[in-house]
């Protein structure tokens, strides 16, 4: 028996752990921390070293499968790729391209070719039916620097190894690792901060995991934007702001000092629930602090607002000094030069195209996941008729996923690319069965940007594919060239130019790089790349190779680079955009349904990880049970005492959890944990139980964020109700 151990890195959430893989005889026997790794140095949490079970998982899909009645068949690669491009060209010729649509999940951020050749197949065929969990997750994000920079993907970090005070508001990263923030270790990071003499305030209507590390406020569910503004509003009255910095940075500042006026500490109480000299004494101490950084992430993004509130976010930071600053909230340099290249050729962006139903725009291309279902049911041009899915799970993720399920049963073709048969895919017409991240070659283009410490890696794949599992851009490129795509063609001269420099390009009249040969292109000719032998000391895939535990690439994120970072005309930060001050001057006080008293939020778990990690032994094993948190007082209202079942009722479903009574709860907040509540493939995830909270949210039009299709699965009112016994 041959054994061999192999570094690579975890691609389940954002620190990117590094990890070793102990492989013998072509199969993975188990995943350790890396040590050698410069940031995680020996560290991974419990989803990594468990993904061993993912990779060995009887319950995998490995080989193509096709509908048969009520179950599926396995079948061949050509017979399978065959007749989907049959009825591909038969849906296009009686309906046209507009009628197929694509949906891709939160694990495609982890996979550059999958995602390189997902956007090369929409930009050549002209898909428009473009979704993914970003409407669940981040868009929000996107869009608020879209108006701030002039550019969607530039988004600051928190400097966290030179800040002195930190508020965070909704974001839990003790549990979740961070988020649109790539840090290994972010509980030793975050404990520096207060040994060395700094804060951590943690803004959340649950006292959560990073919460009781640090100082607590208690906020009421989907009150973000009413505390941000009260925050503005003390800091602009009592002459707390940075006028250096707005001079230098800003635009907009009087308007936007207007537009938060009316929401005084006192004004706004009835929203937060907060005491008003709490406010303004976080105010006075984020001003004054020698550096802070505000963060916000999952909780400040499914809220009713959630445009608006990560706008505020970095308005905050502006105002108080804290941009572009050390200590402050940061801008990372990107590994390929994404955000510039955006900018001159408008590839993609932000409201190019709008939704057929709803008239949402558009957010790097993709619309709102929830309005899904209703494309599909809604007669017309551009209904959209062929459904693709990779590494995604909607059924379980968008609101309402019971209107998408019964949705999915009007299409003329429904074919998915992943690893399981889960909730969504069981209603596919073809099961198409992809590697996992150990079965690919990687390198984490989007992240390095999101490192406080500037970092990246490159691996190439630990395992050949189990089964006849193909990575992901082979299946796309096989689906593309049977309808008359190709993803990326270089003509003659270009091929026969700087690519032919690259190794992997193959010669012919146009050439067909492969996605290695593209992200070596893009990373040689990126701000770290090697400029083809240029810059001494830059990046390219074979000089990555040669640090296979990673390379850092600087010890902190520069600062300084505001003006390269924006890209409006006047290099100014854009702090009174018109749809902005239109939210502000629409912030009215919540009604409060007393049918529905109480609010829900969701939440994370240490050892599950969206809706896909619940067939894991090691990660089930224990008490693991779907539960809903409650304050013990509003379980004495409702008649319901620790560990009964009861029923979460809002105006759109009802759910069965088990209660779990705990004053971490703000009183009048329910917390319940999403990705639960299985059918599919997955034996052990099927028989843990639970309940998908999203059933409770809505996917009406009203009820989608305007500014980015935002759903909201935050806030959302409901009541509690005992459950009979028996």
């Not at 049959?86 to 995602?115: D, Q």
């Not at 399920?405 to 069965?433: C, E, G, H, K, W």
């Amino acid at each position: 028996m041959s054994q061999r151990e192999i570094p690579t890195y975890c691609r389940i959430c954002e620190p990117l752990c590094g990890l070793i893989a102990t492989v013998e005889d072509g199969k993975l026997v188990r995943l350790r921390a890396d040590k050698e790794h410069p940031l995680s140095l020996g560290n991974a949490c419990p989803k990594g070293i468990a993904f061993t079970e993912i990779q060995n998982d009887p319950d995998r899909v490995l080989y193509p499968m096709r509908r048969n009645g009520e179950g599926f068949e396995r079948v061949s690669w050509a017979e399978a790729l065959d007749d989907i491009g049959a009825r591909l060209r038969a849906i296009i010729g009686a309906h046209g391209r507009e009628s197929l649509g694509w949906y891709f999940g939160n694990p495609s951020s982890f996979s550059y070719s999958h995602t390189l050749w997902l956007v090369g197949f929409q930009l050549a065929a002209g898909l428009r039916h473009m979704y993914s969990a970003g409407s669940q997750d981040i868009n929000n994000r996107f869009v608020a620097s879209e108006l701030l920079y002039g550019s969607l993907t530039s988004v600051p970090v928190p400097d966290l190894e030179r800040t002195d005070f930190l508020l965070m508001l909704g974001a839990n990263p003790v549990v979740s690792h961070g988020s649109a923030m790539s840090m290994p270790r972010i509980r030793e990071k975050l404990t520096a901060i207060t040994k060395r003499g700094g804060r951590v305030v943690v803004v959340d209507p649950r006292r959560t995991e990073t919460a009781r590390l640090f100082e607590h406020v208690g906020v009421r569910p989907d009150s973000d934007a009413w505390l941000l503004a009260a925050l503005l509003q003390v800091i602009f009255t009592e002459g707390l702001a940075d006028a250096q910095a707005l001079r230098r940075q800003a635009a907009g500042v009087r308007e936007l000092r207007d537009a938060v006026s009316r929401f005084s500490p006192e004004a706004t109480a009835v929203v937060t629930g907060l005491e008003p000299d709490r406010v303004r004494a976080l105010a006075r101490d984020l001003a004054r602090a020698g550096s802070a950084a505000v963060y916000g992430r999952t909780g400040t993004c499914l809220g009713r607002h959630a445009t608006l509130v990560a706008f505020l976010i970095d308005a905050l930071a502006l105002v108080t000094g804290n941009l572009d600053v050390p200590g402050g909230s940061v801008f990372g340099k990107e590994l390929v030069a994404v955000s510039k290249l955006n900018a001159r050729l408008g590839l993609i962006g932000y409201g190019k195209n709008r939704s057929r139903i709803g008239d949402f725009p558009d957010v790097l291309g993709t619309f709102p996941a929830a309005v899904m279902a209703q494309e599909i049911t809604t007669p017309g041009p551009g209904q959209l008729r062929a459904l693709f899915t990779s590494a995604g799970n909607p059924v379980s993720s968008v609101p309402n996923g019971r209107e998408l399920f019964a949705a999915l049963a009007q299409l003329d073709l429904f074919v998915s690319i992943d690893l399981y048969m889960n909730d969504t895919n069981r209603m596919a017409d073809y099961i198409l069965p992809a590697t996992t991240f150990l079965e690919r070659d990687d390198i984490p283009l989007p992240f390095t940007a999101l490192s406080p410490t500037p970092y990246t890696q490159y691996t190439e794949r630990v395992l050949e594919p189990y089964g006849e599992a193909r990575e992901e851009w082979q299946i796309i490129d096989a689906i593309a060239t049977r309808i008359g795509v190709q993803p990326f063609v270089f003509g003659p001269k270009l091929a026969g130019g700087l690519l032919s420099r690259l190794r992997g390009l193959p010669g012919g009249r146009n050439a067909r790089p492969t996605p290695k040969v593209l992200a070596d292109l893009a990373i040689r000719t990126g701000p770290y790349g090697d400029l083809f032998g240029l810059r001494r000391g830059g990046l390219s895939l074979r000089m990555l190779r040669r640090h296979p535990h990673g390379v850092v690439l600087a010890e902190a994120v520069t600062t300084g680079v505001l003006r390269e970072v924006v890209q409006h005309k006047d290099k100014r930060v854009q702090l009174a955009p018109g749809e902005i001050l239109a939210e502000l001057g629409g912030l009215e006080t919540p009604e409060v349904d007393p049918a529905y008293p109480l609010r829900v939020i969701g939440m994370r778990e240490l050892k599950s990880h969206n809706s896909w990690m619940h067939n894991s032994e090691l990660l089930m094993r224990g008490d693991r049970t779907h539960a809903a948190r409650i304050n013990p007082k509003d379980a004495a209202v409702a008649g319901i005492s620790e560990g009964v079942r009861c029923r979460v009722s809002s105006a759109h479903g009802s759910i069965e959890v088990t209660a779990r009574l705990t004053e971490d709860m703000t009183e009048g907040t329910v917390a319940i944990p999403h990705g639960w509540g299985h059918s599919g493939g997955w034996q052990r995830a099927n028989a843990a139980g639970g309940a998908n909270v999203n059933d409770l949210m809505s996917s009406d039009i009203a009820d989608v964020e305007r500014l980015a299709g935002m759903s909201n699965l935050n806030g959302v009112p409901i009541r509690l109700d005992p459950l009979p016994a028996g």
